[in-house]
C-alpha cells in the first residue's frame, strides 16, 4: 500500500515562501498523476494543483495560478509544491494524493484513495 509523507510546512509572512514535499514509499507511483490539495478550519479539502505522470502537465486552482508550482522527481518518487508570494488565505493543510491514472488529474476529493497526513502552512504577520 502507497504511503504518502509530506514536509516543508510552517510559518511564513506574507509574501513570503515555502516548498513543500511529498515522498512516496510501498508502491510504485511514477505512472501515476500526483496531485496537492488543502484544507483550512471549516472549510472542505479543495484542489490546488496536480501534475501528470511524466510532469508533462501541470494544473492548478485559480486561486493559486501564477504563484504556485507544481513539480515532481520519479527518481525519488516526490513530488513538490513551490509556493511564493503566499497569502493569508493561503493557511491551511495541505496535503499530497496518487491519482488513478497517469494522465487524468481530477479536482475533488472523493476521486483519490491515498492521501499523506497533511502539513500545516500558516501565512501570518
Known amino acids: 500500500q502507497v504511503q504518502l509523507v509530506e514536509s516543508g510546512g510552517g510559518l511564513v509572512q506574507p509574501g513570503g515562501s515555502l516548498r513543500l514535499s511529498c515522498a512516496a514509499s510501498?508502491?510504485?507511483?511514477?505512472?501515476?498523476?500526483l496531485v496537492w490539495f488543502r484544507q483550512a478550519p471549516g472549510w472542505e479539502r479543495e484542489f490546488v494543483a496536480g501534475v501528470s505522470w511524466d510532469g508533462g502537465s501541470t494544473y492548478y486552482a485559480r486561486s493559486v495560478r501564477g504563484r504556485f508550482t507544481i513539480s515532481r522527481d520519479n527518481a525519488k518518487h516526490t513530488v513538490y509544491l513551490q509556493m511564493n508570494s503566499l497569502k493569508l488565505e493561503d493557511t491551511a493543510v495541505y496535503y499530497c494524493a496518487v491519482a488513478k491514472t497517469g494522465s487524468v488529474i481530477p479536482t475533488i476529493e472523493s476521486s483519490y484513495d491515498y492521501w499523506g497526513q497533511g502539513t500545516q502552512v500558516t501565512v501570518s504577520s
Open positions: 510501498g508502491g510504485d507511483v511514477t505512472r501515476y498523476g
